[in-house]
């Protein structure tokens, strides 16, 4: 049973730019969820999507943005990138309800300069 | 509001001894836990969890933990170190269903194994 994929793996930005970023859940999967994770904030809650609607935010600013297509895979994007959006972005999936296993991917690390 | 906390940034351990990880949770309820493990570069995964049932619960890579309510406790152990457990371990906590991909994290611990 594969994984959670995220795509890409690795990128650099420009300051102003946006980027896409794709997750594809566990097989039979309906949450994701999308965490930024930096050295100094560590592991952050941006945003979860429960078959295709979003189910709970985290305290981000507007230039976050996601949504879930009807198999699951998810994307988020980021506009206008400032040089802190440089983190790890992790993805997680689930079944979405209490009690299941919650997986990560790799992350996709995205570099702004 | 749900909080974790870990109170140890950094602890060095030496290959074969035993190794015990702290966590720490405020949650109005019965809580879900998990501790995942970070290697460098790498995304999270999971060492085991605890939903309910049996305290001391087993995971993977020889690794156990327990949960303690009455200290708000779910500390990760393991009896024998190898060096390939150098890594970031994290511990989190779940919600209820309506939240359940919110994951609430602690900060992190960093484990070194020395020689």
């Known amino acids: 049973k594969a994984g959670v994929t995220q795509t890409p793996r690795y990128l650099i930005k420009t300051r102003g730019q946006q980027v896409t970023l794709s997750c594809s859940p566990i097989?039979?999967?309906?949450?994701v969820s999308w965490y930024q994770q930096t050295p100094g904030q560590g592991l952050q809650f941006l945003f979860e999507?429960?078959?295709?609607?979003?189910?709970n935010k985290g305290n981000f600013p507007g230039r976050f943005s996601g949504r879930q297509f009807s198999n699951s895979r998810s994307e988020m994007n980021v506009s206008t990138l400032e040089l802190g959006d440089s983190a790890l972005y992790l993805c997680?999936?689930?079944?979405?309800?209490?009690?299941?296993?919650?997986?990560f991917g790799e992350g996709s690390w995205l570099t702004v300069v | 509001a749900q909080s974790v906390t870990q109170p140890d940034i950094h602890i060095t351990v030496s290959e074969g001894a035993s190794l015990e990880l702290r966590c720490n949770y405020s949650y109005g309820a019965t809580p879900y836990l998990f501790w995942y493990v970070q290697s460098p570069g790498q995304g999270l995964q999971l060492l085991l969890k605890?939903?309910?049932?049996?305290?001391l619960v087993q995971g993977i890579k020889g690794f156990e933990a327990e949960f303690k309510r009455s200290q708000s406790s779910f500390n990760l152990r393991k009896p024998s170190v190898h060096w390939s457990d150098a890594a970031e371990y994290f511990c989190?906590?779940?919600?209820?269903?309506?939240?359940?991909?919110?994951?609430?994290f602690g900060a992190g611990t960093q484990v070194v194994v020395t020689p």
């Open positions: 989190a906590v779940g919600a209820t269903t309506d939240s359940w991909g919110k994951l609430q």
């Open positions: 999507y429960f078959s295709e609607t979003q189910r």
């Open positions: 097989s039979g999967h309906r949450s």
């Open positions: 605890y939903f309910s049932g049996d305290t």
């Open positions: 997680a999936s689930s079944y979405g309800q209490s009690g299941n296993t919650i997986y």
